[in-house]
């Protein structure tokens, strides 16, 4: 409920409705759930606060989608466990800040379960990921061909079975996975153009599948899974420490989001306190990786488009700050500054006073770019009505971040679902809606404006304390959940802690798991001289999908 | 126009190790050291293609901040080029997924020889965080020959700098594979 009053103190205007919409969301659901016969187990009080937990049977698992997408309910994600006797299933829905995570139960041998894809469009590939790693079959799946799985492993082994070996089996050299069935095109004078998985440039690795006419495309399908380098598999048996330095590198430009939401998540399950300074200190770095990142990506948009006085500008921008972060917590992407229970780097007040100075100057020459860019025929030419996400598909599909918010969805974690130090600060979320690679670029311009803003606020409220809470050891089978606004969008994550304080499960989902599908719809009709500027404005991470 | 003429020559030129106006001697005495051994080795242009096996994607932008303003890896004649077929060395990042295994063989064999290669970062180094496994071949070297590492989480541009200068200065140009 605080929550919910966070939320309406900046929306006045719909105030009732969204209260009224607040409180009741759950028991819509959950009353039109009865009226189809689901049988539901809320497990409260719920282990994975914030998130509410339901159990469902497993028959039901696809008419509770069907029930939570006809009320709009936005689907976040999906993860399997193998629990030995039998095998977890969760799905994590959002509506209106409340998350709500589904849970059913599978035999180990072969489980099958209604697919969540014929409801929600982001649960496709999520679901063959889960059918690669733990062979649990999605009936009605509207295309259940390999995702994850190339050819490193067997089609009938399953690496997140913990019966099978972190080492695996792997052939003396891993053939290329040349037979998969990308969806053809045939007629006259259309073309197929095949991208990938090397690049023509310094970027990660994966595969575009082009089906164009003359210079416009028709269809593209991507082909993902080339940098999976077994994340979730290695994170099992590690110390906590251990995990958020792996986290670390889930995304290497997101150090920082993908910790703190580990960490979110292990220290729910431990019920371990983070002191509040650690958490503004966790804040601040949050918000200067989005800086980092925002700034880069501002930079590519423009080179991209051939403006190379914008590319120089923002990436000097970005340099003075990389040198700032190494200067002031030892490391240039601010890797390895989060420990479970706190930070491992402080803000004296020297160092305080410095990151004032360098806010007020990238906000002087932000303030200096503006006109130039705004002014700039070329990049407009080039910008705007390029690669459009509608409001609707971007909302069908719960399009995340920047990318979301570009095509009118509003949500942000640090606003509606706040986590501490955001409750207590005024977290503005620019939106726009034109849905082009134009609102893809002032979304990102404006959102960097308000990092600087909320950097301010956390440096001046900075409050004195601790920065690491004692560590506690949480039993066997305690759990998590952990949801961070990253630069790129919500990160959620769960943790399962084994025997002896050890991690026995690790599930992250980087919002470019939710956003990779946007680019296949919003090239379509462009020119393919286009797609490398509507790739760089949705910026998905390889990584961080492939895990 | 005029503003953003203004803003470019209010910037400047910032690149650094520029004499005399040095702000960062790093810069400038790895710069200048790597310019010398390009210049005698290879005519003053090095092409690298980088080749991203399963990075994080850490390296890869302390690979790119090499061409920001600051350091400007291009005034040395060093070159990040598209295709394999253009270039004299492979930056490589890893660990190497057995997804990229083939991938990556298949660029280096792609290259024309003479041809180094160079590993980045402590996963393309020795595994780094990921190591070996059912997914990961780990090093680099693993799967293709390598003549030098560059190690760091990620390396600096610096570290970058000063790794490419000792492959060249190690003449080990006499002793380039096949």
């Known amino acids: 409920m605080n929550q919910s009053k966070e939320f309406v103190s900046k929306n006045s205007g719909r105030q009732e409705s969204i209260i009224t919409e607040n409180l009741d969301a759950r028991a819509m659901l959950d009353a039109a759930l009865r009226s189809e016969g689901v049988k539901i187990l809320p497990i409260t009080p719920s282990p994975l606060l914030p998130a509410d937990l339901t159990e469902i049977e497993s028959e039901d698992w696809g008419k509770t989608a069907q029930q939570a997408s006809a009320q709009n309910w936005r689907w976040a994600g999906a993860w399997a466990e193998d629990r030995g006797s039998d095998l977890a299933m969760n799905a994590c829905l959002e509506k209106e800040g409340r998350y709500l995570i589904l849970r059913t139960y599978l035999p180990p041998d072969e489980p099958s379960l209604p697919s969540h894809a014929p409801y929600y469009w982001a649960a496709d590939r999520a679901e063959r990921h889960i059918q690669d790693l733990f062979g649990i079959r999605f009936i009605d799946h509207p295309d259940p061909k390999r995702w994850i799985r190339h050819q490193a492993w067997d089609e009938n082994a399953y690496p997140l079975r913990k019966n099978f070996p972190a080492d695996g089996q792997p052939p003396p050299s891993t053939p290329p996975d040349s037979n998969y069935p990308f969806l053809k095109a045939h007629g006259a004078s259309v073309y197929e153009i095949p991208v990938g998985p090397v690049h023509a440039g310094i970027i990660e690795p994966g595969h575009f599948r082009f089906q164009a006419v003359g210079e416009t495309i028709l269809h593209l399908e991507e082909r993902l899974g080339y940098v999976h380098k077994g994340i979730e598999k290695i994170a099992e048996g590690r110390d906590p420490l251990g995990l958020v330095k792996l986290a670390g590198r889930v995304s290497g430009d997101t150090p920082v989001g993908h910790s703190w939401t580990a960490c979110m998540a292990m220290e729910r399950a431990a019920k371990v306190e983070i002191p509040l300074r650690a958490a503004y200190i966790r804040g601040i770095l949050a918000e200067r990786e989005r800086v980092i990142n925002h700034l880069w990506d501002l930079a590519a948009l423009c080179n991209d488009v051939g403006f190379a006085a914008g590319y120089y500008q923002f990436g000097r921008l970005r340099e003075l700050w990389l040198r700032e972060n190494r200067a002031l917590f030892g490391h240039r992407l601010m890797m390895n500054t989060l420990v479970p229970g706190g930070v491992s780097v402080d803000v004296p007040p020297d160092a305080a006073g410095r990151m004032q100075d360098s806010t007020a100057s990238l906000r002087r020459e932000l303030d200096e770019l503006l006109p130039i860019l705004d002014a700039n025929s070329s990049l407009e030419d080039r910008f705007l009505t390029t690669g459009v996400l509608s409001s609707e598909l971007a909302s069908a599909l719960g399009a995340l971040g920047y990318v979301g918010r570009a095509s009118g969805q509003r949500f942000d974690v640090r606003r509606d679902v706040p986590y501490s130090p955001y409750e207590s600060l005024k977290v503005r979320v620019p939106v726009e809606v034109q849905g082009d690679v134009a609102s893809r670029f002032w979304v990102r311009y404006k959102e960097l404006r308000a990092a600087l803003r909320l950097i301010e606020q956390m440096l001046a409220g900075l409050p004195s304390g601790d920065l690491v809470s004692e560590w506690r050891t949480p039993k066997e089978g305690a759990e998590g959940f952990g949801a961070v606004e990253g630069w790129r969008g919500e990160i959620l994550c769960y943790v399962r802690f084994g025997a002896g304080g050890r991690i026995s499960r690790y599930y992250p989902r980087d919002p470019s798991v939710i956003n990779w599908p946007a680019l296949e719809k919003l090239v379509l009709g462009n020119i393919v001289p286009d797609f490398p500027v509507c790739n760089k404005s949705v910026n998905g991470s390889y990584s961080g999908h492939d895990l | ?178």
Request: proline share 5%.
């Open chain 2, 1 to 178: 126009m005029l503003r953003l003429y203004g803003k470019i020559f209010r910037t400047g030129v910032l690149t650094e190790g520029i004499p005399p106006a040095s702000k960062d001697e790093a810069v400038e005495r790895e710069g200048a050291r790597l310019k010398a051994v390009i210049d005698k080795r290879f005519r003053g242009s090095l092409s690298i293609r980088q080749v991203d096996a399963g990075s994080c994607n850490g390296c890869e932008l302390e690979i790119h901040a090499l061409n920001n303003v600051y350091y400007d890896v291009e005034r040395f004649g060093v070159h990040f080029v598209a295709s394999p077929r253009h270039a004299d060395i492979l930056m490589v990042t890893g660990p190497v997924s057995r997804h990229m295994e083939a991938a990556l063989k298949r660029t280096y064999e792609a290259t024309a020889d003479p041809k180094w290669v160079i590993a980045v970062g402590d996963c393309g180094v020795c595994g780094g965080e990921f190591g070996v496994s059912y997914a990961s071949c780990g090093a680099v070297s693993n799967v293709i020959p390598v003549d030098l590492a560059i190690a760091g989480c990620p390396p600096t541009p610096i570290d970058l700098l000063r790794g490419l200068l000792s492959l060249l200065s190690d003449s080990v140009t006499n002793q380039a594979h096949g």
